[in-house]
């Protein structure tokens, strides 16, 4: 079957790094996505990633490793707006998404 | 950038009567569209995909009768929830997609529903 796993929760403090991981299995593989979701809105793109490797954005990174079904969302100098449930989501052959259940990121002062 | 938006953004309506939402691409041409419902502290839920001039294709354990779903454009989507009940009360989410293969696809902001 397909699935993704995500840690439902962690917290951070502000000005510091974090790492949400994700491993999924699919049946094939487009790439992995990476969104954040405040509470009461709809999911934003972050990232995307379809080759091994760190892809580097702001303050965000996204890292692939295709062959163990692996991905992280890095986050550094964490300020307080970061607070928001962060969703990995894979491709599967049929270019359908398949979503992780989220993991809200909670930054304390 | 691409841009997805929804209509209404909230709705509150009586046990049994239908809810319409609009989703729209409005800046590119939407050969797909994805339909997701989301419950408190839960993730997407993909309910159905609907291509532009087909019939809707839904994952298992949605009812197609009570979700109609209709692409009649390629700028527009709709999903009509029939006789909505309380448990159908939730946050209904489209995103959409350009072109076939293309992997990226853009939500739009949502529509909470509220059936009391």
């Known amino acids: 079957g397909q699935n993704i796993d995500q840690p439902t929760e962690m917290t951070a403090t502000e000005g510091a790094i974090v790492q949400i991981n994700c491993t999924y299995q699919?049946?094939?593989?487009?790439?992995l996505f990476w969104y954040q979701q405040h509470a009461g809105e709809a999911p934003t793109f972050l990232s995307y990633?379809?080759l091994d490797g760190l892809e580097e954005k702001g303050r965000f990174s996204s890292f692939l490793s295709r062959s163990k079904g692996y991905s992280y969302l890095l986050l550094k100098e964490l300020q307080m707006k970061d607070s928001a449930s962060y969703l990995c989501a894979a491709m599967d052959s049929n270019y359908q998404l398949i979503w992780g259940a989220g993991t809200k990121l909670i930054i304390k002062p | 950038g691409a841009v997805v938006s929804q209509h209404p953004s909230w709705v509150i309506c009586k046990s049994g009567t239908s809810v319409k939402i609009e989703c729209r691409s409005l800046?590119?041409?939407?050969?797909?569209m994805f339909w997701y419902r989301q419950f408190p502290k839960q993730s997407l839920m993909l309910m159905a995909t609907?291509?532009?001039?087909?019939?809707?294709?839904?994952e298992q354990g949605v009812e197609k009768d009570k979700f109609l779903i209709n692409h009649a454009s390629l700028t527009l989507s709709t999903l009509t929830v029939t006789s909505a009940h309380p448990e159908d009360s939730s946050f209904y989410i489209c995103?959409?997609?350009?072109?076939?293969?293309?992997?990226?696809?853009?939500f739009g902001p949502g529509t909470r529903l509220t059936v009391l």
């Open positions: 995103s959409a997609r350009s072109l076939a293969g293309e992997t990226e696809q853009f």
């Open positions: 609907s291509n532009e001039g087909s019939k809707a294709t839904y």
């Open positions: 699919t049946s094939g593989f487009n790439g």
């Open positions: 990633n379809v």
């Open positions: 800046d590119f041409q939407a050969t797909t």
